[in-house]
């Protein structure tokens, strides 16, 4: 079946069987191999998009439900060569270790942030409860999203 | 002297992780790839009557299907195992089963087809007849009479025996001292759930009879000798292994896989490039486990506090198969560790390792020095509770004294330096431990369940002296290797045998490496994870990275500064020892005569055009070594946590947690708080929420991340980390470790902090997992029926 | 992991759904969030789906004087953030799985499958809900004390789809709650109860309560609600009332590898006492 599907702002057509799911269709179809996959249950949010302005796991997504829809991926959070306020405030602060969670794990937050410029500490760790990290303890990738909300203009 | 060590550079690695451009094996693609799966058994024991794959190679899309008998037509080795205690009984395992299934999840067949789909549709109509026979998953069970045999050959399922410690003197100490107090627990299975599952791709050169494969490997080098050698037999000078990222290991990316087999061996078969990538589910049936004993313990002490002695049986399960260095886990890993912080007079220890129909068991985070802390910080709590002391003051009581280092145990161990009663104190002063205290009585006086839990542990890192390593059953050596080129134009690629999958290492090691050249790090490349560039190493395991590798980077660094000095005496026409060298500008001149100077760029420049060298120096500027420590390092913790318990549900919330560990120096004090509050998380998902359940008949019940509870974000509150340092003094860096320190001493901590929350209701010990209903029951007085 | 294969067919209307999946034999696919895991676990494989996604006008939340609609198609992430329903739905709307998957899941979704530990089933039955069936011939509303049969089971026929559930709006006297204890992997309700509590004067003059997770699907707590109204709502009492639960969850409770039947039985009063005291306070 024909898709169309638009991701980091540019237009892709593929003829896909209806079984793809979003995450082979942006790692295999397109090769943007930045979201990565953890599991098979829809729990550790790894392979964390933004689909029509809204975070979705892509592993749960099939290609043709995305069809017609603007996707991004980690590849196109940063702009005009400048990384995303919260691309930086990870590297600034040390939320990422093994880096196998990171793409899905500032997907998610750009959104937390977004729909919450005011987020406190509390409602970051119960936002995360899709993201499973086993390396950092979650202590310095909460640090990241706080840094990367202020950067993002929220907070105080 | 040092300008960049200790001090918090950010991650030069991050940069491509955060636009998601990390180079992990399943983002590998190669023109005309295959596609591999595995059909696995979905019995935990049965015979395998026949396989039938007929309508498998039909479907459209299949290449291939092999089942064990191809591998082993084609002289596959069965999987060595790399630690030999004596009398070790080596169960026999092939890449593929044949005959019998061991472990659900056992290989029997594997299918290559055009796409990852038609793969996972194949595997569906391959026809397996078994008839499933008896199973036994329990560590004690197995070894029990009539238990069903996991391999016909080993006797009651029995594949090692082993002792260490002054037994004589610890039976003594039992009939001798005031007290004896006596202890059964469990230490559940664990799997460790590296976010990124395993991943192999293998492409063979048939011309030149080179084959190459990327994996998802804590320790490239070493899967290659161990291939070469024993499985797949491609000679190793024709191997090259390649671990590009990883996404974390946790000891689970350590030992030799048999989809390291089966990628290459097919690929070279059907001589087309064979990607292969785990699903979460099928990495909880194939991937190593961890953990898992059952043992009984006893400490003896007497009035005044004092430990006398404590002795330890352990049923340790190894699984259906011998993993790489299972055997060590159990063992010298272990038992060696069980005196602790302590002055303990007598220590014995006994492990009897085990073989079930369950998944092999190998290191995890820590690997056999969370077990021994863990029982020894329980002991610790009942021994002060049954003296009514108080934990701190018992275990600074018993602490070994700051001027007795290095410090002989009685098992085995020689402690390498620590201020043990420093970092108690500390650690009190940092949790404000008397306020706590208050806090915890107020809590309780309003009717909260609410406990502080206290532990100090230790940590035998850095493995290891070879020789010693040998002795104890290691089939390798230890040591580790580093090479440090110096480009003509002053720029510097180092070569480390140590491999990084999170650590930071990329940074870190260049950190050492600019101290030592005084060239900035900016300059200055980390390559690890490819044998064709890596000459040789060991890999990341044990805590061992800073200490070993970072060491031998700071030798082969050094033998260059030296060449430099030399060749700018040469140049300058002055005596080498009249050579000053500048670490933090790489600058050389005569002492006195600041204006007769060179720098280490411009040597290394002189080096390479070879024009003016002294007699008999080689042109050129590149320097290897391999460093074989001296002694273990000795990483040490006290952590301190206070916990709530929901009196109606039983559920844990901690509400404060702070640590305070001694690593030896700090490389990255950024770095190391983070492997430290990682850590620490890990050790939490164990005391609380983390457990491996099989049912009798070896099915795996928490085989899914929606069974298997990791820990999440909101599981947490934010620690407190700080430190103390006494620097190791037998390595050039003064590193003791730290990735293991925080899993080690969290578990206990937690345990022993929801012991003391239930301590008023005269419960004294639950085994962990500390179970919403685990701990609801016992509250109820009620036995727990399952969990 | 992979789906198996199916047919897809996209339908643009109610009718076109209802067409496509007769004459393909198919399954409708909404979000897709609790179908899809299944089928990449291959513990379905349906052949064909009928994707009724793009059916804008199940979407959305419509007042309607004294109730409101809930399109099958809306998200919960819609519910979680929608302040016209009864504060206990996006109380546990907030709960579902985790942002991600709010963003995705629908309401519809998650009632058809009706998996005895999700959390709307729960609480569409405490608050008296009815849902919006249509077939070919024709439409049928069905109370949620009877829409809920069985482990993954419903009166749903397979001719039939889920078009919308209708709530009572927000009335003045009148709190409702949801409170869940979650399995600490996945997440969902080991066991979760929700209440619908009117207060006069103190006291509670009518109490409708659900209890969900613990049995093969969810159930109203008939003997808690008798034992609620009339009564003063102190914490006593709504404990009192609470335990009540015990006599009526017979010989179904289930138990895992979390939580035994004894400890979801001795959940199920806790569960509920919660969700009857927030109830209460937000009378």
Same mark, same amino acid.
């Given at each position: 079946?024909?898709?169309?599907?638009?991701?980091?702002?540019?237009?892709?057509?593929?003829?896909?069987?209806?079984?793809?799911?979003?995450?082979?269709?942006?790692?295999?179809?397109?090769?943007?191999?930045?979201?990565?996959?953890?599991?098979?249950?829809? %729990? $550790? @949010?790894? #392979? &964390?998009?933004? *689909?029509?302005?809204?975070? /979705? +796991?892509?592993?749960?997504?099939?290609?043709?439900?995305?069809?017609?829809?603007?996707?991004?991926?980690?590849?196109?959070?940063?702009?005009?060569?400048?990384?995303?306020?919260?691309?930086?405030?990870?590297?600034?602060?040390?939320?990422? %270790? $093994? @880096?196998? #969670? &990171?793409?899905? *794990?500032?997907?998610?937050? /750009? +959104?937390?942030?977004?729909?919450?410029?005011?987020?406190?500490?509390?409602?970051?760790?119960?936002?995360?409860?899709?993201?499973?990290?086993?390396?950092?303890?979650?202590?310095?990738?909460?640090?990241?999203?706080?840094?990367?909300?202020?950067?993002? @203009?929220?907070?105080? | 002297?040092?300008?960049?060590?200790?001090?918090?550079?950010?991650?030069?690695?991050?940069?491509?992780?955060?636009?998601?451009?990390?180079?992990?094996?399943?983002?590998?693609?190669?023109?005309?790839?295959?596609?591999?799966?595995?059909?696995?058994?979905?019995?935990?024991?049965?015979?395998?009557?026949?396989?039938?794959?007929?309508?498998?190679?039909?479907?459209?899309?299949?290449?291939?299907?092999?089942?064990?008998?191809?591998?082993?037509?084609?002289?596959?080795?069965?999987?060595?195992?790399?630690?030999?205690?004596?009398?070790?009984?080596?169960?026999?395992?092939?890449?593929?089963?044949?005959?019998?299934?061991?472990?659900?999840?056992?290989?029997?067949?594997?299918?290559?087809?055009?796409?990852?789909?038609?793969?996972?549709?194949?595997?569906?109509?391959?026809?397996?007849?078994?008839?499933?026979?008896?199973?036994?998953?329990?560590?004690?069970?197995?070894?029990?009479?009539?238990?069903?045999?996991?391999?016909?050959?080993?006797?009651?399922?029995?594949?090692?025996?082993?002792?260490?410690?002054?037994?004589?003197?610890?039976?003594?100490?039992?009939?001798?001292?005031?007290?004896?107090?006596?202890?059964?627990?469990?230490?559940?299975?664990?799997?460790?759930?590296?976010?990124?599952?395993?991943?192999?791709?293998?492409?063979?050169?048939?011309?030149?009879?080179?084959?190459?494969?990327?994996?998802?490997?804590?320790?490239?080098?070493?899967?290659?000798?161990?291939?070469?050698?024993?499985?797949?037999?491609?000679?190793?000078?024709?191997?090259?292994?390649?671990?590009?990222?990883?996404?974390?290991?946790?000891?689970?990316?350590?030992?030799?896989?048999?989809?390291?087999?089966?990628?290459?061996?097919?690929?070279?078969?059907?001589?087309?490039?064979?990607?292969?990538?785990?699903?979460?589910?099928?990495?909880?049936?194939?991937?190593?486990?961890?953990?898992?004993?059952?043992?009984?313990?006893?400490?003896?002490?007497?009035?005044?506090?004092?430990?006398?002695?404590?002795?330890?049986?352990?049923?340790?399960?190894?699984?259906?198969?011998?993993?790489?260095?299972?055997?060590?886990?159990?063992?010298?890993?272990?038992?060696?560790?069980?005196?602790?912080?302590?002055?303990?007079?007598?220590?014995?220890?006994?492990?009897?390792?085990?073989?079930?129909?369950?998944?092999?068991?190998?290191?995890?985070?820590?690997?056999?020095?969370?077990?021994?802390?863990?029982?020894?910080?329980?002991?610790?709590?009942?021994?002060?509770?049954?003296?009514?002391?108080?934990?701190?003051?018992?275990?600074?009581?018993?602490?070994?004294?700051?001027?007795?280092?290095?410090?002989?145990?009685?098992?085995?161990?020689?402690?390498?330096?620590?201020?043990?009663?420093?970092?108690?104190?500390?650690?009190?002063?940092?949790?404000?431990?008397?306020?706590?205290?208050?806090?915890?009585?107020?809590?309780?006086?309003?009717?909260?369940?609410?406990?502080?839990?206290?532990?100090?542990?230790?940590?035998?890192?850095?493995?290891?002296?070879?020789?010693?390593?040998?002795?104890?059953?290691?089939?390798?050596?230890?040591?580790?290797?580093?090479?440090?080129?110096?480009?003509?134009?002053?720029?510097?690629?180092?070569?480390?045998?140590?491999?990084?999958?999170?650590?930071?290492?990329?940074?870190?090691?260049?950190?050492?490496?600019?101290?030592?050249?005084?060239?900035?790090?900016?300059?200055?490349?980390?390559?690890?994870?490819?044998?064709?560039?890596?000459?040789?190493?060991?890999?990341?395991?044990?805590?061992?990275?800073?200490?070993?590798?970072?060491?031998?980077?700071?030798?082969?660094?050094?033998?260059?500064?030296?060449?430099?000095?030399?060749?700018?005496?040469?140049?300058?026409?002055?005596?080498?020892?009249?050579?000053?060298?500048?670490?933090?500008?790489?600058?050389?001149?005569?002492?006195?005569?600041?204006?007769?100077?060179?720098?280490?760029?411009?040597?290394?420049?002189?080096?390479?055009?070879?024009?003016?060298?002294?007699?008999?120096?080689?042109?050129?500027?590149?320097?290897?070594?391999?460093?074989?420590?001296?002694?273990?390092?000795?990483?040490?913790?006290?952590?301190?946590?206070?916990?709530?318990?929901?009196?109606?549900?039983?559920?844990?919330?901690?509400?404060?947690?702070?640590?305070?560990?001694?690593?030896?120096?700090?490389?990255?004090?950024?770095?190391?708080?983070?492997?430290?509050?990682?850590?620490?998380?890990?050790?939490?998902?164990?005391?609380?929420?983390?457990?491996?359940?099989?049912?009798?008949?070896?099915?795996?019940?928490?085989?899914?991340?929606?069974?298997?509870?990791?820990?999440?974000?909101?599981?947490?509150?934010?620690?407190?980390?700080?430190?103390?340092?006494?620097?190791?003094?037998?390595?050039?860096?003064?590193?003791?470790?730290?990735?293991?320190?925080?899993?080690?001493?969290?578990?206990?901590?937690?345990?022993?902090?929801?012991?003391?929350?239930?301590?008023?209701?005269?419960?004294?010990?639950?085994?962990?997992?500390?179970?919403?209903?685990?701990?609801?029951?016992?509250?109820?007085?009620?036995?727990?029926?399952?969990? | 992991?992979?789906?198996?294969?199916?047919?897809?067919?996209?339908?643009?209307?109610?009718?076109?759904?209802?067409?496509?999946?007769?004459?393909?034999?198919?399954?409708?696919?909404?979000?897709?969030?609790?179908?899809?895991?299944?089928?990449?676990?291959?513990?379905?494989?349906?052949?064909?789906?009928?994707?009724?996604?793009?059916?804008?006008?199940?979407?959305?939340?419509?007042?309607?004087?004294?109730?409101?609609?809930?399109?099958?198609?809306?998200?919960?992430?819609?519910?979680?953030?929608?302040?016209?329903?009864?504060?206990?739905?996006?109380?546990?709307?907030?709960?579902?799985?985790?942002?991600?998957?709010?963003?995705?899941?629908?309401?519809?979704?998650?009632?058809?499958?009706?998996?005895?530990?999700?959390?709307?089933?729960?609480?569409?039955?405490?608050?008296?809900?009815?849902?919006?069936?249509?077939?070919?011939?024709?439409?049928?509303?069905?109370?949620?004390?009877?829409?809920?049969?069985?482990?993954?089971?419903?009166?749903?026929?397979?001719?039939?789809?889920?078009?919308?559930?209708?709530?009572?709006?927000?009335?003045?006297?009148?709190?409702?709650?949801?409170?869940?204890?979650?399995?600490?992997?996945?997440?969902?309700?080991?066991?979760?109860?929700?209440?619908?509590?009117?207060?006069?004067?103190?006291?509670?003059?009518?109490?409708?309560?659900?209890?969900?997770?613990?049995?093969?699907?969810?159930?109203?707590?008939?003997?808690?609600?008798?034992?609620?109204?009339?009564?003063?709502?102190?914490?006593?009492?709504?404990?009192?009332?609470?335990?009540?639960?015990?006599?009526?969850?017979?010989?179904?409770?289930?138990?895992?590898?979390?939580?035994?039947?004894?400890?979801?039985?001795?959940?199920?009063?806790?569960?509920?006492?919660?969700?009857?005291?927030?109830?209460?306070?937000?009378?």
């Amino acid at each position: 079946m024909k898709v169309s599907i638009t991701v980091n702002g540019k237009a892709y057509t593929k003829d896909v069987e209806p079984r793809t799911l979003l995450t082979d269709f942006v790692r295999e179809h397109i090769g943007l191999t930045g979201t990565n996959i953890g599991c098979d249950t829809s %729990q $550790c @949010g790894a #392979c &964390t998009v933004h *689909m029509d302005g809204m975070a /979705v +796991k892509a592993c749960t997504v099939l290609a043709v439900q995305a069809d017609g829809s603007d996707v991004t991926t980690i590849e196109g959070l940063a702009s005009g060569g400048e990384l995303h306020p919260m691309q930086n405030a990870f590297w600034n602060e040390h939320g990422l %270790q $093994c @880096g196998y #969670c &990171t793409p899905g *794990m500032i997907m998610s937050s /750009v +959104k937390l942030v977004e729909n919450n410029p005011d987020i406190t500490e509390d409602e970051i760790r119960h936002g995360l409860e899709g993201n499973i990290c086993r390396c950092t303890g979650y202590q310095n990738i909460i640090r990241s999203i706080q840094a990367g909300a202020a950067a993002m @203009g929220g907070g105080d | 002297m040092s300008k960049y060590v200790g001090q918090s550079l950010k991650r030069v690695e991050d940069p491509r992780f955060i636009q998601g451009k990390g180079k992990y094996v399943a983002n590998l693609s190669l023109p005309g790839m295959g596609y591999m799966a595995i059909k696995r058994s979905p019995y935990a024991h049965a015979t395998i009557n026949s396989i039938d794959a007929s309508e498998a190679l039909a479907l459209d899309g299949v290449i291939a299907v092999f089942t064990g008998e191809d591998l082993l037509a084609d002289g596959i080795g069965p999987l060595p195992c790399g630690w030999q205690v004596p009398d070790l009984k080596i169960p026999v395992q092939n890449a593929i089963a044949t005959e019998k299934v061991r472990h659900v999840g056992d290989r029997v067949a594997v299918v290559v087809a055009e796409s990852p789909y038609i793969a996972a549709d194949a595997l569906d109509l391959i026809d397996v007849d078994y008839d499933p026979l008896p199973a036994v998953t329990d560590a004690k069970a197995a070894a029990q009479d009539g238990a069903p045999l996991v391999h016909d050959e080993i006797e009651n399922n029995v594949s090692y025996v082993w002792e260490l410690g002054t037994k004589d003197e610890y039976e003594a100490a039992l009939n001798d001292s005031d007290h004896v107090i006596e202890l059964d627990l469990i230490n559940q299975r664990l799997i460790a759930t590296a976010m990124e599952p395993r991943a192999c791709v293998a492409q063979w050169n048939s011309f030149t009879e080179d084959m190459t494969l990327w994996t998802t490997s804590q320790n490239p080098n070493l899967i290659r000798v161990v291939m070469s050698a024993f499985t797949l037999q491609v000679p190793e000078h024709k191997l090259r292994v390649i671990s590009p990222d990883v996404g974390g290991g946790f000891g689970s990316k350590l030992p030799h896989y048999p989809e390291e087999i089966l990628v290459p061996w097919a690929a070279r078969k059907l001589d087309m490039p064979i990607k292969w990538v785990s699903t979460r589910s099928e990495a909880a049936v194939s991937d190593t486990q961890g953990r898992d004993h059952v043992t009984t313990a006893k400490m003896a002490f007497n009035n005044d506090g004092k430990i006398t002695g404590i002795g330890v049986e352990t049923w340790a399960n190894n699984g259906a198969y011998l993993s790489l260095v299972a055997p060590l886990i159990p063992t010298a890993f272990y038992i060696t560790l069980l005196s602790g912080l302590y002055k303990v007079p007598a220590v014995y220890g006994k492990a009897i390792g085990t073989l079930s129909h369950t998944v092999w068991v190998d290191a995890y985070r820590g690997a056999g020095r969370p077990e021994a802390s863990y029982l020894l910080e329980r002991l610790v709590m009942m021994a002060a509770q049954k003296l009514g002391m108080d934990g701190m003051e018992f275990r600074r009581l018993n602490a070994i004294p700051a001027d007795e280092f290095p410090y002989q145990t009685p098992v085995a161990l020689s402690y390498d330096s620590g201020n043990y009663a420093g970092l108690f104190d500390k650690a009190e002063e940092l949790a404000g431990y008397a306020d706590l205290l208050q806090e915890r009585d107020a809590a309780r006086a309003e009717g909260r369940v609410v406990g502080i839990g206290i532990a100090g542990c230790i940590e035998a890192s850095g493995p290891a002296p070879s020789a010693v390593a040998g002795a104890l059953g290691g089939v390798t050596g230890f040591w580790e290797a580093g090479t440090i080129r110096l480009h003509p134009t002053g720029k510097v690629t180092v070569l480390t045998g140590s491999h990084t999958h999170g650590q930071g290492h990329e940074t870190t090691f260049a950190q050492i490496v600019a101290d030592e050249l005084g060239i900035p790090p900016e300059d200055i490349d980390i390559v690890h994870g490819d044998t064709a560039v890596i000459t040789n190493g060991m890999g990341t395991y044990g805590s061992r990275s800073a200490s070993v590798g970072g060491s031998a980077l700071v030798v082969a660094a050094r033998k260059v500064r030296d060449k430099a000095i030399k060749l700018a005496a040469h140049q300058l026409e002055a005596a080498e020892e009249d050579m000053v060298f500048n670490q933090e500008t790489g600058d050389i001149y005569v002492n006195g005569a600041p204006d007769r100077a060179t720098s280490i760029g411009a040597m290394a420049f002189a080096a390479y055009t070879a024009h003016n060298l002294p007699e008999g120096m080689e042109p050129g500027m590149e320097e290897d070594a391999y460093y074989d420590p001296a002694n273990f390092t000795y990483p040490n913790s006290a952590h301190i946590a206070m916990v709530e318990v929901d009196k109606d549900t039983g559920e844990t919330k901690i509400l404060k947690y702070i640590a305070v560990d001694d690593v030896g120096n700090v490389i990255n004090p950024m770095i190391v708080e983070a492997q430290i509050s990682g850590g620490i998380a890990q050790g939490v998902g164990q005391a609380l929420w983390e457990n491996t359940v099989y049912d009798a008949d070896g099915q795996l019940l928490s085989g899914t991340l929606l069974d298997y509870a990791v820990p999440r974000a909101d599981g947490f509150p934010d620690f407190k980390i700080d430190r103390t340092i006494t620097p190791s003094p037998h390595n050039p860096l003064g590193v003791k470790g730290v990735g293991e320190m925080g899993t080690i001493a969290s578990t206990p901590t937690i345990a022993n902090a929801v012991m003391d929350a239930l301590e008023p209701m005269g419960i004294s010990h639950l085994d962990i997992p500390l179970t919403a209903q685990k701990l609801h029951g016992a509250m109820q007085g009620t036995a727990v029926s399952a969990d | 992991m992979y789906p198996p294969k199916f047919d897809y067919h996209r339908a643009g209307s109610v009718e076109e759904a209802l067409a496509m999946r007769k004459e393909h034999d198919g399954k409708f696919l909404a979000g897709g969030h609790s179908l899809i895991p299944v089928m990449k676990l291959r513990l379905a494989d349906p052949g064909c789906l009928v994707d009724i996604s793009r059916i804008d006008n199940l979407k959305g939340i419509c007042p309607d004087g004294d109730t409101v609609k809930i399109g099958a198609l809306t998200t919960h992430a819609m519910v979680a953030s929608s302040g016209e329903v009864p504060e206990a739905l996006p109380e546990a709307a907030k709960m579902i799985g985790d942002p991600m998957v709010r963003n995705r899941g629908t309401v519809g979704g998650n009632v058809a499958h009706a998996d005895p530990a999700s959390d709307l089933p729960t609480v569409l039955t405490a608050l008296g809900a009815s849902m919006q069936i249509t077939g070919e011939d024709g439409s049928r509303s069905v109370g949620a004390d009877d829409f809920f049969t069985d482990l993954f089971e419903t009166v749903l026929g397979e001719d039939e789809l889920l078009t919308g559930v209708t709530v009572p709006a927000k009335t003045a006297g009148t709190g409702t709650a949801y409170a869940k204890l979650p399995n600490p992997a996945s997440r969902y309700a080991i066991v979760g109860a929700a209440a619908s509590i009117s207060v006069a004067d103190g006291k509670c003059t009518a109490a409708s309560v659900a209890i969900g997770g613990l049995l093969p699907a969810t159930t109203r707590a008939n003997a808690v609600e008798a034992a609620l109204v009339g009564q003063e709502m102190t914490d006593a009492n709504i404990k009192a009332a609470a335990a009540a639960i015990a006599d009526s969850l017979g010989d179904d409770v289930m138990g895992d590898i979390h939580a035994s039947a004894d400890y979801r039985k001795a959940m199920a009063p806790v569960m509920i006492a919660r969700a009857v005291k927030t109830a209460v306070g937000r009378a």
